[in-house]
């Protein structure tokens, strides 16, 4: 995973602190986003819409994409999920958007670009259409298989909706669609690799 810049770093702990408060039952579950400029790593935004589904991009961002800039998104998911299909989707909508990052509470981190020329691709795989996605049935597809091992141990609830998006975006990667990074926190990564000792026995 590259070094955070200029305002990054700042703002990935401000992202990842609220997350962990969320866990901690201290904060309220919403979501924030913040916005940096591609070129400088100089903070356009940081905002919330008090949802605790997501945020969009709001009047500055939106604002600087109009005058030719291009952004870096960084926001925080309250739990351990990875890029969602609706995150890799706000990148194909917004092409000046380059690379959408996720900040989760333990520092669990994750970095979500597409590649140029796979846009088409990518929407074909996570757009919704009837309510469900292909993304959302390869999701589905970890969770009732390749981690029904997992479903009678109390110790590893909820712990295949957590890595479940994560193992889809392996898929993406591996496939040739997107860049896709990541960072695990102490205590994910030791959940992570109890499980898969358990998967793959």
Same mark, same amino acid.
């Given at each position: ?17 609220y997350?962990?408060?969320?866990? *901690?039952?201290? $904060?309220?579950?919403?979501? +924030? ?5 591609? !070129?400088?790593f100089?903070?356009i935004?940081? =905002?919330?819409?008090g ?25 925080n ?8 299909s ?29 590649? *140029?020329?796979? $846009?088409?691709?990518?929407? +074909? ?5 009837? !309510? ?6 390869? =999701? ?29 975006n ?17 205590e ?11 998967i793959?026995?």
């Open positions: 995973m590259r070094s955070y810049f200029g305002a990054e770093e700042a703002l990935s702990q401000q992202l990842s602190s997350a962990k408060g969320v866990k *901690e039952k201290i $904060e309220r579950d919403i979501e +924030y986003i913040a916005s940096v400029d591609a !070129g400088s100089e903070k935004e940081y =905002r919330t819409d949802r605790p589904d997501g945020a969009d991009l709001g009047p500055d961002a939106k604002l600087h994409i109009q005058r030719g800039g291009k952004l870096i998104v960084h926001h998911h309250n739990s351990l999920h990875s890029l969602s609706v995150d890799w989707m706000a990148l194909v909508n917004e092409p000046n958007v380059i690379e959408n990052w996720v900040h989760c509470g333990d520092g669990t981190r994750y970095m979500g670009k597409i590649i *140029e020329g796979k $846009e088409s691709i990518v929407r +074909y795989f996570c757009q919704k259409r009837n !309510g469900q996605s292909r993304w959302g049935a390869r =999701r589905n597809y970890h969770i009732l298989n390749s981690f029904s091992r997992l479903s009678s141990n109390r110790e590893f609830d909820g712990l295949p909706m957590d890595i479940s998006p994560h193992c889809v392996i898929f993406m990667r591996d496939s040739g669609l997107v860049e896709y990074k990541y960072s695990f926190g102490v994910f990564e030791i959940m992570v690799v109890k499980a898969m000792s358990i793959n026995r």
